[in-house]
Structure formats: C-alpha cells, structure tokens
C-alpha cells in the first residue's frame, strides 16, 4: 500500500516524502480513513507504531479547509518530551502547508507561549498542567478547537492527568472530532474514552506485543553485580546507541554516574532534571554526544530516536506491558534492535508473565568473555552477539549437558548466573 492511496493534498505528500515515509504502517492504514471520514477513534497501539503520523497527517489535510490562525487542533501529550517529539513531526510533515503548531508545558517561561498563541496557530500541542494554567488566566482559548487528540492515555492516568484532562475538555466545543490513542487499556482509561468518544472507531495494532524486529535476552544477575555485567556489556557488544532503564529517579541518576566514571558516554533522564537539562540530555542522545541514555519509565516516555540499538532493563519491569513500552525503544521502522533484562530470582514470576507475552523464552546467553573469575558468570555459553544474530528460540534445555547439544542444532540456549540458585 502506498500513501498515495488516502489522496492527501500534494502540499502533505511533499511533507510525507520529506519526512522518509514510503508505505504505512499498519496503524496508519487503519486509522487514516476513519479520521479522514470524521469518525472518532479509540486507537490501541504500542510504541513506535507510527501513530503520530498516523492523526497528524489527517489533521493537516482539515485544516487545509478553513480559518487560519485559529486553534483549531488540540493535541494532549503526558510529558514535555513527548509534545516537543509531536511537534517537532507536526513541523516536518507541515512544511509545505503554511499552517503553524505551537508546543506548550511547563518548566519554561510561559510569555513566549502566550505570545506564540496570540500570533495565530492552527495546531497546539499541550501537557495539561501548563495548558490549564494558560486557561485560567485567559491566556488561550479552545472554542473553535475542531479536533482533539489524547495521545499516551494510559501515562495520562499513570501521572494523575485524567481530572486535568476533563477540565480541559470541558473547554471544548461539544461538536468535535476526538481521537483517543494509548498502548494500554485500563478501566479508567475506557470510561475516559467512553465520556470523551461518540461512536468510535476502533483500531487495535498488536498493541501489547513487541515488535518482531526485537531480539530478547535474559541474564540471570544479582543486584550486586548489575553494574559491572552493565559496564562488561556496553564495552565488548556493539552497542551504538542505547538506553538503559531503571526503577527510580535517583537509580538512573547515580547509575549515569557510574558510567560516566567508567568512561562512557552516558547521561539520565528522570524527573528531578530541570527542563533545560532534560532537553541537553535528549539532544545529546539524538545527535550521539551520549550513546547510553539512563532513564525512568515516566521519563522515557517522550524518547522517540530512531536508530536505538539496544534496550537493557537494568531493573524489571512492573508489568508486561511496560515491557513492551520499553523495548519499543528499539526495533522500528523495521530495524533490528536488542533487548536485554537482567533479572534475579525475586523476578521470576514478572519474568515468567513477559515470557507468556512474548510467545516464547528470552534468550538466556551466558556470560561475557573478559568478565572477571568473581563473577558468577560461566564463559562456556554462547555469546550475547550470537543470541541476537539468531533470536527468537523457541525452546531450551536447563541442563548444561542438553544446552550443549542444543547449540549445535538451534539458536536456542541455557544460562546461569549465580548458578546454585533456580534458574529463570
């Protein structure tokens, strides 16, 4: 299938050329015709999908038609980064068109934002703090918005949003078109979309399945040497570009640190960081100053990079959903990218829930060939490259004798670290 198809006007086909785009993806196959139509949508869909694309195209090819300088687009996003990433897609696909896009949060001074809106813009992007500041003091008015879209949903209720979110809407014309996308489908979320919603379309893209482009790959580590078997990883795997995910703000913190003080180039993203520095620090990543960014899952959410090799769960995962918004990071746009969890025996029940996800087991690759003799880790085992280069075993042995034989027939392998404990 090819963008030609949905007959967008040539001033947005330059901007889908422009930005790289050659087929859609199968969100935006779905979602575009509804949108296009009019119709409401409820689009469930993971990271990296192409989703953006997938409301904002529609979008400009409405606004078209119409007033100019006038909010006529509201697009709500959960975090800063997240806005700037739309808005930044928002600018590239619109290039031809005329129409203009503002992005409005919090952290910054708020006069160039007022200023920004007064001077007319089509299209607003938002986090709900700050927008709902600008409506309270009057700064900006949404009576002529024609479209709204919740993008991220569920982190808008992860972060506490969904009051924020009515209020906002409650500023809205009744007569709208709504477009509702989010990776996960909580009860809040569904009654949100049941409020907000009138006769939706429905699109659902595998939406709690990592892409198949991604490798996995599971180590068996305690706490204690996470850090080193981190450093051993990113020194002797090609890991161009990757990003390292940890449980708590002051983990990614002092774990960027430490990698600092081991030589690489490394930086953190997490909610403490003022705007500025969270901006450096996504800028460095993009353009390859950094080449490990250490984040939280809150923070994470605004990092859409293309090019991200790898994607290590330094800590595991709450849930598998979160799994998948994780290692989503990586393997897009057809891409191969690696996965990789370190995980000790309290994990084995989260371990055991990603897996049935998945379809299949992680591969379990044993060791690294310079980690030194106080480790746990046994050298006799197959490479993580090799784990990578053939992904997606469909079965393995646990004992060392059965792995043996099995690396000489399939991809499939065995590992232990700390092996006097239960194997995951």
Known sequence: MSFKEFKF?????????????????????????????????????????????????????????????????LIVAPTRELAEQINENIIAMSAQTGLKSIVVYGGVGRNPQIQGLRSGAEIVVACP??????????????????????????????????????????????????????????????????????????????????????????????????TELLIKLIVEQDMTST?????????????????????????????????????????????????????????????DVSGISHVINYDVPDTAETYTHRTGRTGRAEKSGMAITFADHDDLKMISQIERNLGKKM?????????PPSSDVTREQPSLRAAHKEAGPKSRNTSRSSAKSSRKKSAGFDFGINNNRKQL
């Open 363 to 371: 591969s379990r690759p044993m060791g690294l060939s310079s980690l």
């Open 9 to 73: 006007h040539p001033m947005i086909e330059a901007g889908i050329n422009a930005c790289g785009y050659t087929s859609p993806t199968p969100i935006q196959q779905q979602t575009i015709p509804p949108i296009l139509a009019g119709n409401d949508i409820l689009g469930l869909a993971q990271t990296g999908t192409g989703k953006t694309a997938a409301f904002v195209l529609p979008i400009l090819q409405r606004l078209l038609d119409g007033p100019r300088k006038k909010i006529r687009a």
């Open 243 to 303: 990003v390292v995910f940890t449980r708590t703000k002051h983990k990614a913190k002092s774990l960027a640190l430490q990698l600092q003080k081991a030589g690489h180039k490394a930086a953190s993203l997490q909610g403490n960081l003022s705007q500025s520095n969270r901006q450096r620090a996504m800028d460095g990543f993009r353009d390859g100053t950094f080449s490990v960014l250490v984040a939280t899952d809150i923070a994470a959410r605004g990092i």
């Open 129 to 226: 703090g700050r927008l709902l500041d600008l409506l309270r003091e009057k700064g900006v008015s949404l009576s002529t918005v024609e479209t709204l879209v919740l993008d991220e949903a569920d982190h808008m209720f992860d972060k506490g949003f969904l009051p924020d979110i009515r209020r906002i809407v409650n500023q809205l014309p009744r007569k709208r078109q709504s477009l509702v996308f989010s990776a996960t489908m909580p009860n809040e979320i569904r009654h949100l979309a049941e409020e907000i919603l009138y006769k939706p379309v429905t699109v659902q893209i595998n939406h709690t399945l990592p892409a198949p482009t991604i490798s996995h790959a599971l180590f068996q580590v305690g706490r204690p040497q996470k």
